[in-house]
């Protein structure tokens, strides 16, 4: 279970990064309070996760770039 709480914070985490660019400075409400319920589900999601996976590995995964990003950097 803990892999799928990790996958869906990486989920939330690009939800909430697309998120910060509706929010446009804070000064809509609806992106705004989207974007900080993303923030708070991922955290927790990544947190969870990190009591079964090692830390490593799960901050590896959550931040990494897809794979489909490393296609021309060879």
């Known amino acids: 279970m803990a892999w799928v709480y990790l996958i869906l914070a990486g989920i939330f ?16 409400i609806v992106p705004s309070v989207l974007t900080v ?24 995964l959550y931040t990494s770039p897809s794979p489909r990003d490393q296609r021309g950097s060879r």
């Open 13 to 28: 985490e690009c939800g909430w990064a697309i998120g910060l660019k509706y929010a446009d400075g804070w000064t809509k």
């Open 37 to 60: 319920i993303a923030m708070a589900a991922s955290f927790w999601l990544l947190s969870t996760a990190m009591k079964t996976i090692p830390v490593g590995t799960a901050c590896l």
